[in-house]
């Protein structure tokens, strides 16, 4: 299933959403002009030095890179959907903190699950499973427009979120368990769990925005 947009309404501006994507896209055009290889070595988070205390700001650094177009277009595409009613619902400030805490606790679970290697990280996954997560939790009954391909045809449906998000969240969870073992790169199943769960657990904590609105879904 992928994600179109979600028919879920704000009264605020999503500036720092935008603001994401928009820095998230100027690195990558950097990476572009520099070369992938160099910056992802540098700046990537590479679990068997942060664990021996160096280039600690790779934990941070990592989450603005991407290893491709559509690495990033993916990414961009469910932070758009999803984070603006996150930011809403939590106010500008908070927003960023909880974007950012999530993204730390999900490269924390890359490193601790998915074993010590010398392969950097990167990608704003991690963050934006957190966003997710929180979506999960705070509007359940909001549907998604998703396209679903079905053999040779694509159709297009309303799938409440809690059905979208949790069928994201299951495949993650057994693409990772399948991952455990395994050697070298690809995708980082582990940082994509941690950041969700992370981000379900934190957004019951985090304080909503004074005088909010934000509009939930009920039967």
Known sequence: MIPLKDDNPRSTAPVLTIGLIVVNVIVFFFEYQTGFVAMIER??????????GQRIETLL?????HGGFMHLA??????????????HYLGHGRFIVFYLTCGLLAVAAHIVLGGVSDVP????SGAI?????????????????????????????HIPAIFVLGFWFVMQLFSG???????GGGVAFWAHIGGFVAGAALIMVFPQRRRSRAKVFRD
Do not use: C, H, Q
């Open 43 to 52: 700046f990537g988070a590479v679990p068997i030095y942060i664990l021996s």
């Open 61 to 65: 650094t990592s989450m603005f890179l």
């Open 74 to 87: 993916g990414n961009m595409l469910y932070l758009w959907i999803f984070g603006d009613n996150i930011e």
């Open 121 to 124: 990280m990167v990608g704003a």
């Open 177 to 183: 368990l399948g991952s455990i073992g395994a050697e």
């Open 129 to 157: 499973s957190g966003i997710l997560g929180a979506y999960l939790v705070k509007y359940p009954k909001a549907r998604v427009l998703v396209l679903i391909p079905i053999i040779w045809f694509l159709t297009i449906r």
